[in-house]
């Protein structure tokens, strides 16, 4: 339904606009039966547009030949900007090239047929020959125009849909990291209080216990003893009580868990909003280490949507390669004008953030011939195992 909404009320304004046209020309005043039918093809053009654009389009265009077979000099003011509205909308709301040039196509015929049969009307002389082409031309440009800035505002809409999409897949990877971290945090804690403190305790109850056992039953100093020592029991309760919920992580929130295996998927979804993409893998990327795996996708990710930020919909390729000791992600733009690439900022430190924690490199800036590259190495050998494990125990 919502759809419908802009032609819709696109139908009204073309409406009131042509109404007030017949009302106050006083070519039209005189004689208004061919305007009325032009705009009643304009207004139930746009109408039928909300649902096929193209079939609305094609009826709006019929607007000119009726005006110009009923007597007019030329299409009605409302009825050139129905010309240029409706393959406009064609081109804004059809999913591709292929099922919206019909839509143009159909305007450019009936502009074709009305300067002809306005042609017809004036002679054949060179100068109405000269008219028609003119006119032809005009119309013609109007329509395919309009069509192509349709096909350009859908186009960026795709594009702005994915940066947010992007974005936030970006953004819930961030906060679910510092979440994890969060975690860890607490589970070291509660394991240096359950090896420490809660030992020392029990150790200390233990000797308490055994001191008490040399007393006689019934002494001051066997009843203090025996009070500490419960005391202590307790004390050692709570305190694994509290490391049970330092340990519980039900609550956590699931992190995201990309991998480089879903990278065909990502590449769709970016050519998809109209950045040309090629993607080239060489080996087997299945079997990666989990946490390498997790950060290759997300540089190959942020490289993407820096490539749609700054440089636009530019020619790009995307190589993934595995080597017996790396696995590497290389992402290479083609230029895209005054801003060509990925300039520094808060996307190019977390990759090499991201890439430092594996001690691999990262190599970005402008290519030689123009646009941006970024090129990101992780060791998936024994030492990136080895660093895996350390920060694991940390």
């Not at 654009?53 to 000119?64: D, E, M, N, S, W």
């Not at 008219?131 to 005009?138: D, G, Q, S, V, Y």
């Not at 049970?244 to 699931?254: C, E, K, S, W, Y």
């Not at 083609?334 to 977390?350: E, I, Q, V, W």
Request: one cysteine or more.
């Amino acid at each position: 339904m919502s759809r419908m909404i802009v032609p819709w009320g696109a139908a009204g304004v073309l409406a009131v606009i042509g109404v007030a046209e017949i009302l106050l020309d006083s070519a039209f005043t005189s004689a208004p039966a061919t305007p009325v039918a032009a705009l009643a093809a304009v207004v139930l053009g746009a109408v039928v547009a909300g649902r096929f654009p193209v079939t609305g389009t094609a009826i709006v265009a019929l607007a000119f030949p009726i005006a110009v077979a009923g007597g007019l000099n030329g299409p009605t003011g409302v009825t050139v900007l129905a010309f240029f509205l409706a393959p406009g909308w064609a081109g804004f709301t059809a999913t591709g090239v292929r099922t919206s040039w019909p839509g143009p196509l159909a305007a450019q015929l009936m502009a074709s047929l009305g300067t002809w049969i306005a042609g017809r009307a004036a002679g054949s002389s060179v100068g109405g020959l000269a008219a028609m082409a003119w006119e032809n031309l005009f119309f013609g440009s109007l329509c395919w125009g309009a069509w192509g800035v349709g096909l350009l505002a859908r186009r960026l809409r795709e594009r702005a849909d994915l940066l947010a999409r992007l974005t936030a897949a970006l953004e819930a990877e961030r906060e679910a990291r510092e979440h994890a971290v969060v975690v860890e945090e607490r589970q070291r804690i509660a394991r240096d209080m359950h090896d420490a403190v809660a030992h020392s305790i029990s150790v200390m109850v233990l000797q308490l216990g055994a001191v008490r056992a040399t007393l006689p039953t019934g002494t001051p100093q066997a009843e203090m003893l025996l009070g500490v020592e419960r005391l202590g029991r307790e004390s050692v309760r709570e305190l694994r009580t509290l490391v049970g919920m330092l340990r519980d992580t039900t609550t956590a929130v699931a992190a995201p868990q990309p991998s480089l295996a879903r990278a065909a998927d990502l590449v769709a979804e970016v050519r998809a909003a109209g950045l040309p993409v090629e993607l080239t893998t060489d080996g087997d990327l299945d079997g990666l280490p989990r946490p390498v795996d997790i950060s290759a996708y997300r540089v190959l990710q942020e490289a993407l949507t820096n490539v749609l930020k700054h440089a636009g919909t530019v020619p790009t390729a995307v190589t993934l390669r595995r080597t017996a000791r790396d696995v590497i992600v290389a992402v290479e733009n083609d230029s895209g004008g005054a801003r060509s690439g990925s300039p520094p900022g808060h996307g190019l430190t977390g990759m090499r953030e991201r890439v430092a924690v594996f001690d691999g490199s990262l190599a970005a800036g402008p290519r030689p011939d123009g646009g941006f590259s970024v090129r990101a190495v992780f060791p998936t050998g024994a030492h990136g195992a080895a660093r895996e494990r350390t920060g694991s125990r940390s």
